[in-house]
């Protein structure tokens, strides 16, 4: 049970992983049954890593806890998509995976150098729910990861409403910091819309605003931005929706602070965590899913990758369930 569950979660598909639990292990188990032992006991991991107790105070391995969360969407069966919209009003093809990843580090020992994460500390969450029912999920994991007895915690994000909204009402205490990269992808958009498109102004304000962003000065690049707003009502319009972005977030884009303080200030573990935990198994050609199919694949990637699963085998086959289900 446990190698086959392993093989399904890894493998590209559940024939491929068939094939290789035939190829390696000299074990006949037809693709189907793999789908059926995976929807089994995805239910069974998950209570088993909810019921978790958080770790002792001081068993957190570094000085920093660094929560951060993104959605990617997963490719469904029509019929789970009904009176969903896709994007720009168009049929929906995918539903959205919420991903959320723990880790920790320590804070470097020289002002010049970037925080490293912890050998081995990320751990995965991944579910097709919406995000105030994702919240207290993630919140939980964070709390059995140690939370309580963290020095500082620290919250990354995008710019989507609902990732600061959920921050906001389950992490009430971190340093919540917007993803360098996205913030610079919002200059972009800005002196696109002041100065035009590919202009040689737009370029210069692009660079310049950067370097500022650095500096703690996201308040001139807002001061600058809305003395310079076009006359045109289109380029306006799209360039006041940048500046009430920039005004929206402004405390979380406080770059050289986060950065003397010893913090990352990009999030891109999460988004490898989208491509790893999501669509590296899930996004295959072809490939649709029920909701439920998705996330029990999920719950078994989430648990490898997170370095619990074998945990969970020694204490299923202590407890004796394995000769349950084996009857």
Request: charged share 25%.
């Amino acid at each position: 049970m446990r190698l086959s569950c392993r093989a399904a979660a890894l493998a590209g598909s559940y024939e491929a992983a068939s094939q290789d639990l035939l190829t390696y292990a000299g074990l006949p188990i037809d693709a189907k049954q793999l789908q059926r032992l995976v929807s089994l006991m995805a239910p069974v991991m998950n209570r088993w890593r909810q019921a978790q107790q958080p770790s002792l105070p001081g068993a957190t391995c570094g000085e920093v806890m660094c929560i951060g969360t993104d959605g990617t969407g997963a490719p469904m069966r029509r019929r789970y998509l009904r009176g969903r919209k896709g994007k720009h009003g168009g049929r929906a093809r995918t539903r959205e995976v919420k991903v959320g990843t723990v880790f920790t580090h320590r804070k470097p020992s020289q002002p010049d150098q970037r925080p490293e994460r912890d050998y081995h500390s990320t751990s995965y969450l991944a579910a097709i729910v919406s995000s105030d029912d994702f919240g207290p999920l993630l919140r939980n994991e964070a709390i059995r990861r140690g939370m309580g007895s963290a020095k500082t915690v620290v919250f990354l994000g995008d710019g989507a409403v609902w990732v600061w909204k959920l921050a906001r009402l389950n992490f009430p205490g971190a340093v919540c910091i917007l993803d360098y990269y996205h913030a610079c992808e919002h200059l972009s958009l800005l002196s696109a819309a002041l100065y035009g498109e590919g202009t040689a102004l737009a370029r210069r304000r692009y660079r310049l605003w950067k370097k500022w962003l650095l500096k703690d000065k996201v308040a001139e690049v807002i001061k600058q931005a809305t003395q310079d707003l076009p006359e045109q009502p289109g380029a306006r319009k799209l360039a006041k929706l940048q500046v009430n972005y920039f005004e929206r977030n402004r405390s979380k884009m406080l770059y050289r602070t986060f950065r003397t303080a010893g913090y990352f200030i990009g999030s891109g573990v999460v988004e490898a965590g989208c491509k790893v935990v999501v669509g590296q198994r899930l996004k295959q050609s072809g490939m649709l899913w029920s909701r439920k199919g998705a996330e029990h694949l999920l719950a078994i990637r989430c648990a490898l990758l997170s370095g619990w699963f074998g945990n969970f085998w020694k204490a299923y086959a202590q407890s004796g369930q394995a000769l349950a289900f084996s009857a």
